[in-house]
């Protein structure tokens, strides 16, 4: 079975550029995550997805992030203009309603953003 | 709000000897906690978790947590290392009244290194 997928692996851009990253979930996930990892730290929760709806995104800096899931299945988070303190792992993460509930994520290898 | 602490940046153990990480967590109900695996460039993966039940839980690669209620705590822990172990490992906890599956928080991670 294939694992939550994740594209790019690793991006580098100057500062006020815009960048794009794209989750497919494991198959059959009505629930996607947005993590963003910074150096040193744990992940922190960017966005959450019930199918195509977007039931919370309180911690998402929604001037300059943006996300969609447009037919409940792949994702795409957008930064833009991108900041030097964006530079983190941004992950994907994906599970059923239920092991949702229960904590169990199953998460992509990540996509590495460095901004000069 | 809830939190979750891990003291130690970094625990270093012999390969065969017992490895212990310690996690210690802040919710204000009852706690679902769990903890996860990170390798180097890959995403996180699901160790095991505490939702209700026996304190003792076991979950993948011979690993095993214990539930402390008085003492917050739920410690990682193996009988004997192997150097395959080596990786940051995070403790997670979601308030069990918390009614959204997003609210799950993330330690810092703890280094684990196993020399033979």
């Known amino acids: 079975e294939a694992g939550v997928v994740q594209s790019p692996r690793y991006k580098i851009i100057e500062k006020k550029q815009p960048v794009a990253f794209w989750c497919n979930p494991i198959?059959?996930?009505?629930?996607l995550y947005w993590y963003r990892q910074n150096l040193g730290q744990g992940p922190e929760l960017l966005i959450r997805y019930e199918n195509e709806e977007a039931v919370d995104d309180s911690q998402l800096p929604k001037d300059r992030f943006s996300a969609e899931r447009l037919k409940g299945v792949d994702s795409t988070l957008k930064i833009q203009p991108a900041e030097l303190g964006d530079s983190a792992v941004y992950l994907c993460a994906s599970s059923f309603k239920g092991t949702g509930v229960r904590g169990e994520l199953f998460f992509g290898e990540g996509s590495r953003l460095t901004v000069l | 709000a809830q939190s979750v602490a891990q003291p130690e940046d970094q625990v270093n153990v012999a390969e065969g000897n017992p490895l212990t990480v310690k996690c210690t967590y802040s919710v204000s109900g009852n706690p679902y906690l769990f903890w996860y695996v990170q390798y180097p460039n890959r995403g996180l993966q699901f160790l095991l978790k505490?939702?209700?039940?026996?304190?003792l839980v076991k979950g993948s690669y011979g690993f095993e947590a214990e539930f402390n209620k008085s003492q917050t705590s739920f410690h990682l822990k193996k009988p004997s290392a192997l150097v395959s172990d080596s990786a940051l490992y995070f403790c997670a906890v979601r308030d069990s009244y918390d009614g959204t599956a997003s609210k799950l928080t993330f330690g810092t991670g703890t280094r684990l290194q196993v020399t033979l």
């Open positions: 505490y939702i209700t039940g026996d304190n």
């Open positions: 198959s059959g996930h009505n629930t």
